[in-house]
């Protein structure tokens, strides 16, 4: 498509229980990446993949918080056990690939998802 | 560590008169610097980006940025803001990652308010 796609756009879960947020990038993007944002707060980075591997995840807050992507497509962020404090927006976002230094490739980022844990 | 500093949580300005939405940055190294902005309930939009070359990088909707080295600076502008305008503004710097991707520090946003 000709932007980041991300479901589901609103998702309401009780506490416990696991959902999963879907994140399809631009195509040809290698680059994909997931940001959280709390309400009033900045966005944390959570976990880059490039193509299936994810070089960087230091940013998963805890070991329920996991994510996988399929070749250089669809990524999935599961987050097992829902507490209270992951309400937030989940943002995926995708770009191309630098190789060797840096060379600011924008990132696009999609709508988001927006997760309540009630 | 590389990060980013936006000193105001919120500019008032009138619609018309030109704004301008701080930031200042911290990295070690050559900067890569965007803005990007944020309508209610809505993702991020991106706005502009320096990388290299001239200070003043013109992005999207009319706005504008100016690179300042001495004084880490990479200040949003636009000459006559717009009720539109009215969004949330984000100040990003980027850094290589293992593998080839940009990790993008964020400030913690200005809000902009564009009043008639």
């Known amino acids: 498509g000709a932007g980041v796609s991300q479901s589901p756009s609103n998702k309401v879960t009780e506490k416990g229980k696991d959902v999963e947020l879907r994140c399809d990038p631009i195509?040809?993007?290698?680059?994909l990446y997931w940001y959280r944002q709390r309400l009033g707060q900045g966005l944390e980075f959570l976990i880059y993949f490039q193509g299936n591997s994810a070089p960087d995840k230091s940013g998963l807050p805890s070991d329920r918080f996991s994510a996988e992507r399929t070749g250089e497509s669809v990524s999935t962020l599961t987050i097992q056990r829902t507490q209270q404090e992951d309400s937030a927006v989940y943002l995926c976002?995708?770009?191309?690939?630098?190789?060797?230094?840096?060379?600011?490739?924008?990132?696009?980022f999609g709508e988001g998802s927006w997760l309540t844990v009630v | 560590a590389q990060s980013v500093a936006q000193p105001e949580d919120q500019v008032n300005v009138a619609e018309g008169n030109p704004l301008t939405v701080k930031c200042t940055y911290s990295v070690s190294g050559n900067p890569y610097l965007f803005w990007y902005v944020q309508y209610p309930n809505r993702g991020l939009q991106f706005l502009l980006k320096y990388i290299t070359g001239d200070n003043l990088v013109k992005g999207s909707y009319g706005f504008e940025a100016e690179f300042n080295k001495s004084q880490t600076s990479f200040h949003l502008k636009k000459p006559s803001a717009l009720v539109s305008d009215s969004a949330l503004y984000f100040c990003?710097?980027?850094?290589?990652?293992?593998?080839?991707?940009?990790?993008?520090?964020f400030g913690t946003g200005t809000q902009l308010k564009v009043e008639l």
């Open positions: 195509s040809g993007h290698t680059a």
């Open positions: 990003a710097v980027s850094a290589i990652l293992t593998g080839g991707g940009n990790k993008l520090t």
């Open positions: 976002a995708s770009s191309l690939a630098n190789y060797g230094t840096a060379s600011g490739n924008t990132i696009y």
